[in-house]
């Protein structure tokens, strides 16, 4: 799609310009009719945000994403159904991204079956409007925690691990470094974080957990909009030399400051962990060396070696349609997120179809359906060479979330190196009953009754 | 040739007093309510309705308010996001706490929840001027986005900070659909844009507009500048109360404090320049110059990207889509200083002239 290192043939968009006039007002009755009908072709919105404080991680997901379904197309498509998508912008702004969601939703006599606008404002905003509309609304790795409990949210789904399952699995890979959990007892543990919703989600675990583990939890917010002013909070911490910092933030503009103002006071960069927002190379680079030894979580890790990373640059950007602008920036962690949830989509859309019909075009329930019946194996995982590049999960009816799990990597001032070879489990049973409290809470404030799972 | 004001007589204070003297006016002007009222919910896509109608009309409604302040009364404001934020989450409270509280009275209460924050932070007013005063409603916005996120009482204490807006029901009825809450949209900006305009050609206006033009020339002929000044605060940020309650209720569904931002308030700031200082109407054009322009450049570009087949760099293309807007906003201002109002303004002397121009 991007044409950066592929001079374009001046001929073929001369020709193009002419074509334009005349293909105007075919155009205006729909897209869609232009191109053959021939195949069945199954339409997804995808909203995305290229430009704005987020460009880094939205030109990889969202490339990532694109990579995966031209991928598929190139390999015969789901059963020999096509997919065909419509792009728009949201520049991360909430009302931008509603706005796309409506565009969107039809596309000629196409309808959207997913939005996964990667955004929490977003996924807030439009939650109502998706389920009346009958669309799956996406959170990957970000959004509200309790929306894991599928019976109150039946069409929001996290896919992987939330801001919970996060923050228990980060205080357990903590506990295991120092040798234990019980050695957890006495230390001290600063949340870092970005003074909004985002930064504010893993608190109610954090401080459910210092009194039991023992450990003495400081809070200190970072002021919005990007989380740069972070002097206070610097001298801070060098008053009170804790033994970990937790790095909650968005954007490589917080998390470069967080690391050269560590180097500044001399607090080992080997103590401190990053959400996983804080851990693809964009948000190190700019640090430079003073990055080197930062611990950052991961859902999907970053790297080259995995198969359907090495397949996808074989096919895809051998045949020149990739969508990164820099063929570098294949295997990086943002790009490797999108490709993650890229090849979930299509093991849905494979599931959903065995399920509704082969070959067919699906619609919002039956993609759901697919949803709550993605089962990702370990053998299966292999074989679509994920393996490594995601946990095994298994998603339910009840259980929208799915892994809850994270490994951790940490940069050596060239690259991420993955220090947990197995994934990082979180306390499953707590989190799961945080959100189950959370989501009921929730389900009595706004008169909603929940769905009655089978058991 | 056909817009002129022979043959239009008034023969009584009433028929003088009336917004439009022309009758060719009023005509034009009930076809568009006809039109906006029966036809558009009835033909338009949900994508209209809830992208482009809903949003233009809550932010002309903020623009007004914005409006009352800026271009009537002289002060420079730059808390007007605040001020819907304030509406917003105090329609969710006074929903969430008083049982059986109906949405219309909680619009209400919220407006004037506002106007009271609004009259607490216009006092520098009385002080400061110009530029200071833009720095101390600054503080305003700032605050209280502030105080909303960090009080966790505001947001009934939700763990990510975010309030969910109630279903909007009115003596029974659930206002739901797109084109439903277009209809309660239109409804509560028309009849306010009608009191604002009322309030702008009545003493009340011609009070605000004398403290603009000189404030001790004002209080010489005996405008008290103290009750006027606060009433313009206080009606400012009824308008912006009201705008952002409708904002979270009939457009967002669910809104964080961050929603309004400083970049917000800037954006209505603009809507009212590029609109027309002191015109209703600008309200109206400035807001969907800032609102429209980026979303028809976006489907623009998307469309030369279908018809020609030639597949730009997304990045690139968005990047220049902003700077298009940018360009566009430059020439404008250029073009016509005092907004598009006057180009409105303009046209219509023009027309009245046609097609025999002397």
């Not at chain 2, 305003?140 to 505001?154: P, T």
């Amino acid at each position: 799609m991007s044409d950066i290192g592929h001079p374009r043939n001046p001929t073929r968009r001369a020709a193009a310009r002419t074509m334009a006039v005349g293909a105007a007002a075919a155009a205006l009755v729909g897209a869609p009719m232009l191109s053959a009908q021939a195949r069945a072709q199954q339409y997804i919105g995808l909203p995305s945000y290229r430009v704005g404080p987020f460009a880094a991680a939205g030109t990889g997901v969202f490339g990532g994403i694109i990579d995966v379904m031209t991928y598929t197309n190139m390999t015969g498509g789901i059963n020999g159904v096509e997919l065909i998508w419509q792009e728009c912008e949201t520049e991360y702004i909430p009302a931008r991204g509603i706005e796309c969601y409506h565009r969107l939703l039809t596309w000629g006599a196409h309808r959207n079956i997913i939005f996964n606008p990667g955004s929490t404002p977003m996924v807030y905003a439009l939650k109502a409007r998706a389920a009346a509309d009958r669309v799956v609304l996406l959170q990957v790795g970000l959004g509200r925690s309790d929306a894991a409990d599928g019976r109150v949210f039946p069409w929001l789904f996290d896919l992987l691990t939330n801001y919970w399952s996060g923050a228990s699995a980060m205080i357990n890979w903590i506990g295991a470094r120092a040798g234990g959990m019980e050695r957890l007892r006495g230390k001290k543990i600063v949340h870092l974080y970005l003074d909004n919703a985002f930064g504010r989600e893993p608190l109610p675990v954090f401080r459910a957990l210092a009194p039991r583990l023992g450990y003495t939890l400081i809070e200190l917010p970072v002021a919005l909009p990007a989380g740069l002013e972070q002097g206070a909070q610097w001298t801070r911490i060098r008053a009170e030399r804790p033994d970990w910092v937790i790095l909650w933030g968005f954007g490589p503009g917080m998390s470069s400051t967080a690391l050269t103002s560590a180097a500044r006071v001399g607090y080992p960069r080997e103590q401190m962990l990053g959400i996983w927002w804080q851990g693809a190379e964009e948000d190190v680079v700019p640090a430079g060396p003073a990055a080197r030894g930062y611990y950052a979580t991961a859902i999907t890790p970053g790297g080259r070696d995995f198969g359907i990373v090495r397949e996808i640059e074989r096919v895809v950007y051998g045949a020149g349609r990739g969508n990164l602008g820099d063929r570098a920036r294949i295997g990086s962690v943002y790009w490797n997120h999108g490709v993650v949830v890229g090849s979930a989509w299509m093991e849905v859309l494979r599931i959903a179809q065995a399920r509704f019909g082969r070959g067919q075009v699906l619609d919002g329930e039956q993609v759901r359906w697919g949803f709550e019946n993605l089962n990702l194996t370990e053998a299966r995982l292999r074989e679509l060479g994920l393996h490594g590049l995601m946990p095994p999960m298994r998603l339910s009816c009840a259980d929208h979330e799915g892994a809850g799990v994270i490994k951790v990597m940490q940069w050596d001032g060239a690259r991420w190196n993955i220090v947990t070879p197995e994934w990082v489990s979180s306390d499953r049973a707590m989190v799961r009953a945080m959100v189950e409290e959370s989501a009921a809470r929730f389900a009595r404030e706004n008169n909603i009754t929940p769905r009655v799972c089978p058991t | 040739m056909f817009y002129r004001e022979t043959g239009n007589f008034r023969a009584s204070y009433a028929q003088d007093a009336r917004i439009f003297p022309l009758a060719l006016d009023r005509t034009a002007l009930l076809v568009l309510l006809a039109l906006a009222v029966i036809v558009v919910p009835s033909v338009a896509s949900p994508w209209l309705l809830m992208a482009i109608l809903i949003p233009w009309l809550i932010l002309s409604l903020a623009a007004m308010g914005q409006n009352i302040i800026t271009g009537y009364t002289g002060q420079l404001s730059i808390g007007s996001a605040g001020f819907m934020a304030v509406g917003a989450f105090a329609c969710f409270n006074f929903m969430l706490r008083i049982e059986g509280m109906p949405f219309l009275l909680a619009v209400l209460l919220a407006g004037l929840t506002t106007a009271a924050v609004g009259v607490a932070f216009g006092l520098p007013s009385l002080r400061v001027r110009g530029l200071y005063l833009a720095v101390t409603t600054l503080a305003a916005q700032f605050f209280i986005v502030w105080a909303l996120e960090n009080v966790g009482w505001f947001t009934n204490y939700d763990p990510a900070g975010v309030m969910t807006a109630q279903p909007m029901i009115i003596l029974g009825y659930h206002f739901d659909t797109p084109a439903e809450k277009y209809l309660l949209v239109l409804a509560i900006v028309g009849g306010l844009a009608l009191a604002a305009k009322n309030m702008a050609r009545s003493n009340i206006g011609r009070s605000w507009m004398a403290v603009r033009d000189m404030d001790v020339a004002a209080e010489v002929v005996g405008f008290r500048l103290v009750r006027t000044k606060l009433l313009a605060f206080a009606i400012s940020s009824f308008y912006c109360g009201v705008a952002g309650a409708l904002f979270a209720f009939a457009y967002l569904g669910a809104v964080e404090p961050t929603t309004f931002s400083i970049l917000l308030s800037f954006q209505i700031l603009f809507m009212v320049i590029i609109g027309g200082l002191a015109t209703i109407l600008g309200s109206f054009l400035g807001a969907g110059f800032i609102l429209l322009l980026p979303i028809f450049l976006a489907i623009f570009f998307g469309f030369v990207t279908g018809v020609t087949g030639v597949a730009y760099d997304r990045a690139l293309l968005s990047a220049f889509e902003v700077l298009l807007f940018g360009a566009f906003i430059i020439f404008f201002v250029i073009v016509e200083p005092h907004g598009l109002a006057r180009l409105w303004q303009v046209t219509k002397e023009r027309l009245r002239l046609w097609p025999f121009p002397h």
